[in-house]
């Protein structure tokens, strides 16, 4: 166990629906990263936050949005959904910068019907 | 810009032989590098990290790493496999001035009794 929760485990929608997907992170990181993994793009950062403030972004589309809030949770957005946006989506969180290990959840896999 | 390339998308061996994954960086500058396992169903782990100092790492699981800036190399060794050592392993590397990740494609392992 990580110590990094992610809900919910699967998530299941249509096209063109919205979902919100939540992380925890462990106790006192200030950082929390997301990423997606699917079958044709693999592992990909999305985006970080650090102590609530965006801090640095990777291939995240246009359609998703994240936010870190004052308890250091965080949600991660995904609106206008389409059958390619099912992946895995991973949360990690670290607790300082740079060369740090970062802790991953276990994951919620979103499945757009 | 970072890069990573793992060669050998599926390596099989037998119990109790070496295990040896390869993984190679493109980087401007000396990078931090990863080594992850992922188990089905679950998130991914660290196994082991360079950022400075000795190059030969050493991990959980028996598993040791060796950084050689010359070859721009990062391969990840065990000198015996054992039947739970099969899962997908992964590469990464960050710069020292940003946190996100960079992955390979993932080398899945597989061990045969």
């Known amino acids: 166990d990580s110590g990094v929760t992610q809900t919910p485990k699967h998530l299941i929608t249509a096209t063109g629906q919205r979902v919100t997907l939540r992380c925890s992170p462990r106790?006192?990181?200030?950082?929390v990263y997301w990423y997606q993994q699917s079958l044709d793009q693999g592992l990909q950062f999305l985006i970080q936050y650090y102590n609530g403030e965006e801090r640095a972004k990777g291939n995240i589309l246009e359609r998703f949005s994240a936010q870190q809030f004052p308890d250091l949770h965080s949600e991660l957005n995904l609106s206008s959904l389409e059958l390619g946006d099912s992946a895995l989506y991973f949360c990690a969180s670290s607790g300082r910068l740079a060369g740090n290990e970062q802790f991953f959840g276990p994951g919620t896999r979103l499945t757009v019907l | 810009a970072q890069s990573v390339t793992q060669l050998g998308s599926h390596v099989s061996v037998s119990e109790g032989a070496l295990v040896l994954l390869r993984c190679n960086y493109s980087s401007s500058v000396p990078p931090y590098l990863f080594w992850y396992v992922q188990y089905p169903n679950q998130g991914l782990q660290l196994l082991l990290k360079?950022?400075?100092?000795?190059?030969l790492v050493k991990g959980i699981n028996g598993f040791e790493a060796e950084f050689k800036k010359s070859e721009t190399s990062f391969h990840l060794t065990k000198p015996s496999a054992h039947m739970s050592d099969a899962a997908e392993y992964f590469c990464a590397v960050s710069l020292y001035n940003t946190d996100k990740l960079i992955f390979g494609t993932g080398t899945r392992l597989q061990v045969f009794p």
């Open positions: 360079y950022t400075t100092g000795a190059t």
């Open positions: 106790s006192g990181d200030l950082s």
